[in-house]
């Protein structure tokens, strides 16, 4: 169940067959995905495989937050906002780069923060390379809030990253961190951002 949900400007709703062609546009630029945990993409079949395996098997599940970023003019996709069900609740979005720098990404984030905050997830959590603050300011601005940084070797581009972990508890104490990246990853520290 993936409530559509409006906002000033955007739609986002799920992603639908007809819509590989657009999620080919924003997967297949190298810039818009090179702080992701995947390539770009080379073509519409990879791209109709990472529909069915990131969104239409997600679509399955009794809860998914996993949207596709319209502009209410055209209800075309130009990216994607998503909340994960697993245990991190990861928070996490990309959009097309000519896009960028209009405020869209933290638009829809909090729009989706709102409806993961009223069906009742505890909290939710995301992280950012630490060579890419844009998006920790797009974290900020969905009321998220630094905990602490974790290096990792990350796969599947197999070099090490320096991740900012955010969160924003719900129904947990304010107080309350997920520990797990830091108990996982020995190197790790507290940053003065």
Known sequence: NTPTIKTDRLILRKFLENDIEALFLILKDKEVNKFLPWYSLKDIEETKKFYAERYAAKYEQPQAYAYAICLKDDNFPIGYVKVDMEEHHDFGYGL??????????????????EQVKKDGLPYITATHDRNNPRSGNVMQACGMKYCYTYEELWQPKNFLVAFRMYQLNFTKGQDWIYQKYWEEHPNHFIEEL
């Not at 209009?102 to 984030?109: D, K």
């Open 96 to 113: 097309r780069k000519e896009f960028w720098h209009r405020g869209i990404a933290s638009e829809a984030g909090k729009a989706v923060v």
